[in-house]
DNA sequence: TCAATATATAACCATAAGGTTATATGAGGA
DNA sequence: TCCTCATATAACCTTATGGTTATATATTGA
């Protein structure tokens, strides 16, 4: 199953996701939106592909990355499922909502 | 601020946020309901701790541990705006649930 | 064909996480 | 006082994370 505190856990793989969010994009222009190297950004797009989030698509020189919705949604539930479990009665209402959709 | 997937991020502290939820527990209570040692669980817990999530007491010989339910919340909280923020429009209709909470 | 650009990979480093065992300290009860 | 139980701490191990630099490979355009 997807670990998404992992895939979650650190900042710039939040926002290279919420970048996906926007459209998908190459290596190069997630690269660009970072101060860091090249081989770091692909470790993280790595974790990203290896926890279902995202998507590698090869065309020619480049590799596009796009967001698995489906995925993301479902992680989103797991979430919402853990703290329901810990917090329990006091998100009933929350866990009913989302029970719902 | 408190990092969320830090605290959430490991299955065992997960479980012992849902134990103290459930009432405050001392460490030896906390220790039998899991198959890894005291200093283990200890570490655990001082994570709790350090992300403002739990509370400790002293009694006596004992430990008392006790959730911090409002920065629960606003750990709960974070993690909504968090995925909001990645989805964007995709939650809209959840943020403005949350928004008026 | 050759150079430039995009990506991949290897080797390395520091720190954190999650566990262990062994041992120290502290508090309470007989 | 002394033993016992609860907790703390130290030292150690392994693996993962997040970064680096250097270099290899692949693709494309001139």
Chains 1, 2 share one sequence.
Do not use: C
Not at 29 to 36: D, H, K, L, T
């Amino acid at each position: 199953m997807t670990d998404i505190y992992r895939a979650l856990g650190d900042a710039t793989r939040r926002t290279i996701l919420h970048q996906l969010a926007q459209g998908d994009k190459t290596q190069t222009e997630i690269v660009q939106a970072f101060a860091i190297s090249q081989p770091a950004v692909k470790k993280h797009l790595q974790i990203l592909l290896d926890e279902g989030l995202i998507h590698e698509q090869k065309d020619g020189k480049y590799r596009r990355y796009s967001l698995d919705r489906t995925i993301l949604r479902s992680a989103y539930q797991t979430l919402f499922e853990d703290m329901g479990y810990i917090l329990e009665d006091q998100l009933t209402s929350l866990q009913t909502y989302l029970k719902g959709k």
